[in-house]
């Protein structure tokens, strides 16, 4: 019986343990790769510098909101930040799984004085959600593999006589469904709206058929640069700033082509049941981090738009190069043209349906 | 007198001439009663595996097949629409009370941010339902009675009978909704059970081929490890020390590390692929897809699955004298006849226990075809796992899918009972 009292005794500790360390330290959820360096860079090192906060560092925002949803079931929320999508912060905003913020009460302001609500591009602003940038998603192509000029418009991408080669796009039914009823002829502005009828899903999944045997997909966002590398693919769907991180740092043959471009916008969110500590430092990091100058040094690094309407002005070069950023941003004017706005609000109504009918359809 | 010992000990005796101890217990009970305290001991020493066992195994399978069936999400969240819908018979729209009911807990759920929770759920059977729930319950608050006209106003989506009859069959907290699912059947509002469409369909047919794919690759391990196990237990022993380790290395070397060897070896600018160009076998438009597909994840699996097959066949092979063999061949038998009739069934323990090993770890395997599987090569574990991930993450019907396997495999080792007898297994 000795011993099992003393490993009982041993497993308490453990818990006390951990709520110890989290004391002085951050556990922040992101994307990893170059998205996570960008943040690392122009968040979390000056604010470490400054306070001597340790930030913890977690690549698991692909599955953020299913890894939330099972902290708070199981009571034990180890996540203090978390990067996600503006759709799935609406979601778990809905399901209670993390916290309302006031933004102009926990934010900092424009350098002008604008309040927080005012200085965030509009329609970026959720109730649970801190928006940090606009990135988009579109079609990139390796300059090697079409000597003679590459795709143009979405439906070349379809063109397999004109563009033969492997195709690589993400395996989800979000934005290949828009893209496929795209190059099918379907208007931009009516793409969701043909959609949400189950002619248009059939529409759109008898479009994908077309090339199905000529994908491979990919699941996190560094990989679409890779196979592009290594001419696995030829043309891919890719995050825009993994394509520019490509031709900047790694030299890469790409290009990207801003086509019907889908741009999408990423940012914070705060899960619920945090200390009253560990609620003071999270407050603490996100003012710091979500301030005009944070954001536009982040795009020093990566080719993603700041969200604040303040910071547009301050982008400049990129770090170390003599690289104008601004026409690597998804919103300059002539990359923004066709731009379509992924819709949120549609994809969480009809998300499940599509995705299982997705996963159906790729498993058949 | 044979109870006297050759040293003239005498045993006590009671009157009814039953042995006992020294001090008169009946020696039946004083042995019973030292055994007894001999299993306590025993007991006490495995009460921490035990314990072990019953946190970290007999609690989340419990927790696990509780959670596929338990449905808690309008009946705890809309608990006053559940109340008021029970009567209704879902012929025609329900009544103001059952309106006044959802207002009220709209309110509530919208100041504990739960109602979102129900709306998650009515909508995975009725798209569209979550903006109709969350869209209505911002605006409920400043809605007055009667609310049904309020409701309509606000939209007329509400008058979808279907949407309250499935209200209605959500307020029971136990569903077989999710199994049905797992076995691509639905289950209608009305609580009608009907095969879904087909564009649907994936389960079934992940089931029929994670099992198919998993005797194959059984058989794969069987035929490939079958010569290797006898040539190691006959060889002298210099040679098969050296065999041995050519199995076990790879048995030791990381399971992602063998997988990912497979992929530099097969993939289209594989090295297997550029052989065989260089060879002249194929062309370079024609080089071979033999990862991302079925056949890799064979190919890997059964690589990765045949030390637990050749290591009991080994074992059980080294028991056998190589005299039977002579035996059989010198009364008559020829080399074939002696194989088959003499060694291959004495084999059978460690065949057995081979092949339900690499069976069994086969059909819950997930890493490799993850991996190498592509599409037409994945399992239902990977199923399981994409139902635990994502937006649309549907932990009760990854909950389902895991209790149908885990009794898919519960089967299988009953009808392996039947078949050879799991007492006949040896496993090394």
Known sequence: MKRTLSLMAAVAIVPSMALAAEGDSLTIVSWGGAYTMSQEKAYHEPYSEKTGTQILRED????????????????????????????????????????????????????????????????????????????????????????????????????????????????????????????????????????????????????????????????????????????????????????????????????????????????????????????????????????????????????????????????????????????????????????????????????????????????? | MADIAADGYVPERDESGALTTVDGTPLKISLRKSQRRAKRRAFYLVVPLLAFLFITFTIPIVGMIVRSVYNPEVANYLPETSAAIGDWDGEELPPEKVFAAMAADMEVGLENRTIGRAAGRINREIPGARSLVMGTARHVDEMQPPYREAFLEEDEDWSDLELWRLLKRETRLITP????????????????????????????????????????????????????????????????????????????????????????????????NDLLVWAGIINDNGRIRMIYNQLGTIIAMTHILLPFMILPLYSVMKTIPPSYMRAARSLGANQFTAFVKVYMPLTIPGLAAGVLLVFILAIGYYITPALVGGESGIFISNLIASNMQGTSAQLKLASALATILLVLVLFFYWLFNKLVGVDRLKFG
């Open chain 1, 60 to 364: 698991k925002s692909a599955n953020a909101l299913a890894g939330i949803r099972s902290q708070v079931e199981a009571g034990n929320v180890t996540w203090d930040v978390v990067d996600m999508l503006q759709a799935d912060a609406q979601r778990a905003c809905d399901e209670g799984l993390i916290m309302e913020i006031p933004h102009d009460e926990w934010l900092a302001p424009g350098p002008d004085g604008a309040k927080p609500t005012e200085d965030f591009i509009d329609g970026t602003l959720g109730d649970c959600f801190i928006p940090q940038i606009l990135y988009a998603t579109m079609f990139a192509y390796n300059e090697e593999a079409f000597p003679d000029g590459g795709p143009k418009t979405v439906a070349d991408v379809w063109d397999l006589e004109k563009f033969p080669g492997t195709r690589s796009l993400q395996k989800i039914p979000q934005k290949n469904l828009e893209w496929a009823l795209i190059a099918d002829g379907v208007p931009a502005d009516e793409v969701y709206e043909v959609l949400a009828t189950r002619e248009g899903q059939d529409r759109a999944f008898a479009k994908l058929d077309e090339i199905k045997d000529n994908v491979i997909w990919w699941s996190e966002g560094a990989q679409p640069p890779q196979m592009l590398a290594d001419q696995e693919a030829v043309i891919a769907t890719a995050y825009n700033g993994r394509i520019f991180n490509a031709q900047v740092n790694e030299d890469q043959p790409f290009k990207i082509m801003w086509d019907h471009q889908m741009f999408e916008v990423d940012g914070w969110v705060v899960p619920v049941d945090q200390s009253e500590d560990d609620l003071k430092l999270i407050k603490d990091y996100l003012y710091f981090a979500t301030d005009t100058q944070r954001l536009a040094d982040q795009a020093k690094y990566i080719a993603y738009a700041p969200a604040r309407k303040s910071s547009v002005p301050l982008v400049g070069k990129m770090e170390g190069t003599d690289i104008d950023m601004k026409p690597h941003m998804p919103t300059t004017p002539e990359n923004f043209e066709t731009a379509v706005q992924f819709d949120t609000s549609f994809w969480a109504d009809y998300g499940d349906q599509l995705e299982e009918r997705f996963n159906a359809w790729l498993a058949q």
């Open chain 2, 177 to 272: 909704a999710y199994y049905l699912l797992a076995l691509d059947f639905e289950y209608t509002p009305r609580g009608d059970i009907v095969e879904r469409p087909e564009i649907y369909q994936v389960y079934r047919l992940l089931f029929i081929r994670t099992a198919w794919m998993s005797i194959v690759i059984t058989g794969a391990c069987l035929l490939l490890g079958y010569p290797v196990a006898h040539l190691l237990a006959t060889l002298p022993l210099r040679t098969s020390n050296l065999l041995m380790i050519l199995v076990l290395l790879p048995f030791w070397t990381s399971l992602l590390v063998r997988t990912s060897a497979w992929m530099v070896l097969l993939q289209q600018e594989g090295v297997v």
